[in-house]
């Protein structure tokens, strides 16, 4: 089944410090990789995204991710954190089966907490 | 602006109170979706759309209805509430199906069934 994990549910980090919230993933077929973020009393926010190509995709707001294939991961960094990145974040993969063409499968979400 | 909007953004209803959440999206998309988020959970998905009058169940149909009569429009109905569906729910589109196409997501109802 397709499916991703999140390991920490809590990130915690000072501002300017690097960060990295972590995803692995487990697919039939090829991997559609997606990071999206949920501020405060808003929707999700799409960051970036893996199809193919090269391993380091670079996203909005300046976080890039890093596709792994031998570790089955897809771990979300940014190099300085700013307070206002502080969000819940939310690995997915896509489903490219023929029945469930097209579905998401949500991790269970990290929350990121960037101090001043 | 192109946009997905859900309706209403706050509800408190009683249970077997029949409701309905509307989602209405300006893009164009064919491809809608439902999905609830749950604390340790993340998002999970109830029902989808591949387009007008095509609907599937995802992961948790269980309690909920869809309707797809218009393209842009894809309400949740819930026929008979329970506070097991007490949850933030979201609405989300996309262009179609291809490979790696980007969801677009609503901005959420929070709905607390007493």
């Known amino acids: 089944a397709q499916s991703v994990a999140q390991p920490e549910d809590q990130v915690n980090v000072a501002e300017g410090n690097p960060l990295t919230v972590k995803c692995t993933y487990s697919?039939?077929?090829?991997?559609?990789l997606f990071w999206y973020v949920q501020y405060p009393n808003r929707g999700l926010q799409f960051l970036l995204k893996y199809i193919t190509g090269d391993n380091l995709v670079k996203g909005s707001y300046g976080f890039e991710a890093e596709f792994n294939k031998s570790q089955t991961s897809f771990h979300l960094k940014k190099p300085s954190a700013l307070v206002s990145d502080s969000a819940l974040y939310f690995c997915a993969v896509r489903d490219e089966r023929g029945s469930t063409l097209g579905r998401l499968y949500f991790g269970r979400g990290t929350q990121l907490t960037v101090w001043p | 602006e192109a946009q997905v909007t859900q309706n209403p953004r706050y509800l408190i209803t009683v249970t077997g109170k029949k409701l309905t959440v509307t989602c209405s999206q300006n893009m164009n998309h064919e491809y809608m979706s439902w999905y609830r988020q749950d604390p340790g959970l993340g998002l999970r998905q109830i029902y989808y759309s591949m387009n007008v009058e095509v609907t599937d169940k995802g992961d948790v149909p269980e309690g909920y209805k869809v309707s797809r009569k218009e393209k842009r429009n894809f309400p949740l109905i819930l026929e008979s509430p329970s506070p097991n569906q007490t949850s933030l729910y979201f609405c989300a589109s996309s262009a179609d199906n291809g490979v790696g196409v980007t969801q677009y997501f609503g901005p959420g109802t929070r709905l607390l069934v007493l």
């Open positions: 697919v039939s077929g090829n991997p559609y």
